[in-house]
């Protein structure tokens, strides 16, 4: 029997996910299956940090579904004793998992930006599932539908995994490519076959720029035209602090951004209340935009993350406080570029936006 854990946390300070209705399609796919008597579904709710850890140990579980917030390489989304945001780091997650590499089988990570997470644990675990940027609530539920389906029927956890995003792909949603499997077989799933062991399973590679690594990407690129070229490193929403510049250009949706990053005076002292005023501002204004719900709540759980890093700075400037706010901020940016139609609230989220990167210390072009 394969035991599946799943895993979730929706933190107070965060943006709304429909948590309970993933896992209600999750049971009912597995309720389906000809051999559902093969699978035990196991569910923990609103997890904190000391529930993870107990959860694996106390179930043993073959499969470990994670669904909630990610955060990119600074980790995922837990709760603490309040039932506010605790991020768990990437390293953090990837030591836990070593510690079952001999019974977790594969691990899916439901949320934003978790392809990091996903690189880390597939160190230790031969299938892990991450996600290469924001994905919405419906992609991210008739993703998991999809691949416990495909599980239920008894195939294999690559062509699970196609099925998760051939099924995003029939619903007309434009996240198909989200999803990222990281593979190898050091041993056989329940119905493979030997002709189907790889060393390396390289699944849906995008030109999407890859979330922050350990080893930047050095690529040569055009900057704005200019004959000039420049190395750059390409990391999530372009954000990277040294003491050059760095400059992303990606299509997304209609228009190329280009996001241009200088770090800020040491020493100076963060303008804390107004960077967190004008959040509150810019998570407003497009709370009331008239948008795709999916993207709206992408965008707002990016500035929520903003808001909550924000808060924790007291004294003098951070950088890693700078990297993570900018982050959030150029992932927010990148969802207003891709939506179509936003009306009056373009110019006035993005009015904001410019002023958040002039006082944290970045320049969006």
């Not at 299956?33 to 196991?42: L, T, Y």
Request: one cysteine or more.
């Amino acid at each position: 029997m394969k035991k599946i854990l799943i895993l979730s946390a929706n933190p107070k300070d965060t943006n709304k996910l429909r948590l309970d209705e993933e896992v209600r399609e999750i049971q009912a796919a597995l309720k389906r299956a000809n051999n559902r008597e093969q699978f035990e579904i196991v569910t923990e709710w609103a997890v904190r940090v000391d529930d993870l850890r107990r959860a694996l140990l106390d179930h043993e579980p073959t499969i470990v579904h994670f669904c909630g917030h990610g955060s990119g390489s600074t980790g995922l989304a837990l709760e603490n004793n309040f039932g506010q945001m605790q991020l768990v780091t990437t390293e953090s997650l990837a030591k836990l998992f070593k510690l079952f590499k001999n019974t977790v089988e594969c691990v899916l990570l439901n949320a934003c930006y978790s392809q990091a997470q996903a690189e880390a644990i597939y160190q230790h675990i031969d299938y892990v599932i991450g996600m290469n940027r924001a994905i919405g609530d419906r992609a991210a539920i008739e993703f998991a539908v999809g691949f416990y389906d495909a599980l239920g029927a008894g195939r294999t956890y690559e062509d699970c995994f196609e099925v998760g995003c051939t099924s995003v792909d029939l619903e007309g949603i434009p996240e198909s490519e989200t999803p990222v499997l990281k593979a190898r077989t050091k041993f056989a799933h329940q119905h493979k076959s030997s002709d189907q062991q790889k060393t390396e399973l390289k699944t849906n590679q995008t030109n999407t720029l890859p979330i922050e690594s350990p080893t930047p990407i050095k690529e040569k690129t055009n900057i704005m035209n200019d004959s000039t070229t420049q190395n750059i490193d390409k990391r999530s929403g372009g954000i990277y602090f040294g003491d050059s510049a760095t400059v992303q250009g990606d299509l997304v949706g209609r228009d190329k951004i280009v996001t241009t990053i200088t770090t800020t005076t040491s020493g100076e002292i963060f303008p804390k209340d107004e960077i967190l005023q004008l959040l509150a501002e810019l998570k407003t204004s497009i709370k009331e935009a008239s948008i795709d719900e999916d993207e709206k709540d992408i965008a707002t759980g990016q500035i929520a993350a903003a808001i909550s890093e924000t808060k924790k700075v007291d004294v003098k400037n951070s950088q890693e406080t700078q990297e993570k706010i900018s982050k959030y901020l150029a992932d927010t940016k990148t969802i207003l570029d891709r939506v179509k139609d936003i009306g009056e609230i373009g110019s006035k989220a993005f009015s904001i936006l410019t002023k958040l990167a002039k006082l944290i210390g970045i320049t969006m072009i």
